[in-house]
T-cell receptor
Framework: LAKTTQPISMDSYEGQEVNITCSHN???????ITWYQQFPSQGPRFIIQ???TKVTNEVASLFIPADRKSSTLSLPRVSLSDTAVYYC????????????FGGGTRLMVKP | DTAVSQTPKYLVTQMGNDKSIKCEQN?????MYWYKQDSKKFLKIMFS???????INETVPNRFSPKSPDKAHLNLHINSLELGDSAVYFC????????????FGPGTRLTVT
């Protein structure tokens, strides 16, 4: 069972790049790594997903080293509206694989 | 047109009661989930259904029983509610398991008094 850990909180300023790392030492061979964003009183929202190396979409990049024991979500040029809690989710590659959320990282973007 | 909807949004009830939370998705997904988010914001999976078949059943008290009448619905029934059941419950859906991102509903805040 992948134990997934993240920093509890991070602060940044508008326009900066933010990198949030998730540690998942026991990741299974077929597990995927997915990141979600959650605003207060809302459900988590999908940001990006990857299996290995680097994935980029219009809002973020995801870096996964070769051993896959960690992953880093990179948010370029954050704005105030990026203030939220960010969760990594590991698992699900096979039917019945556990899905384990990290504890979440509370990102505060300051003006 | 909401992708994943849950009812009710808020539920306040007394200990010992039985309650249900309904979830519906209109995305055509074949996998649905229930998660519990506690007061510290930890998200923990409870159940996962794929094509109406239970594929994940975490160590949840058997007072919690999911029901999937069809692929678009996954309801959660809770018997004999306890104070510790107070939390926000999220339903989610995805096309397939793990390989695809999940779409979450708005959540149901359950308060047991």
């Amino acid at each position: 069972l992948a134990k997934t850990t993240q920093p509890i909180s991070m602060d940044s300023y508008e326009g900066q790049e933010v990198n949030i790392t998730c540690s998942h030492n026991n990741i299974a061979t077929n597990d995927y790594i997915t990141w979600y964003q959650q605003f207060p009183s809302q459900g988590p929202r999908f940001i990006i997903q990857g299996y290995k190396t680097k994935v980029t979409n219009e809002v973020a990049s995801l870096f996964i080293p070769a051993d896959r024991k960690s992953s880093t979500l990179s948010l370029p040029r954050v704005s105030l509206s990026d203030t939220a809690v960010y969760y990594c989710l590991v698992g699900g590659g096979n039917a019945g694989n556990m899905l384990t959320f990290g504890g979440g990282t509370r990102l505060m973007v300051k003006p | 047109d909401t992708a994943v909807s849950q009812t009710p949004k808020y539920l306040v009830t007394q200990m010992g009661n039985d309650k249900s939370i309904k979830c519906e998705q209109n995305l055509g997904h074949d996998t649905m989930y229930w998660y519990k988010q506690d007061s510290k914001k930890f998200l923990k999976i409870m159940f996962s259904y794929n094509n109406k078949e239970l594929i994940i059943n975490e160590t949840v008290p058997n007072r919690f029983s999911p029901k999937s009448p069809d692929k678009a619905h996954l309801n959660l029934h809770i018997n004999s509610l306890e104070l510790g059941d107070s939390a926000v419950y999220f339903c989610a859906s995805s096309q397939g398991r793990g390989r695809w991102g999940q779409y979450f509903g708005p959540g149901t805040r359950l308060t047991v008094t």
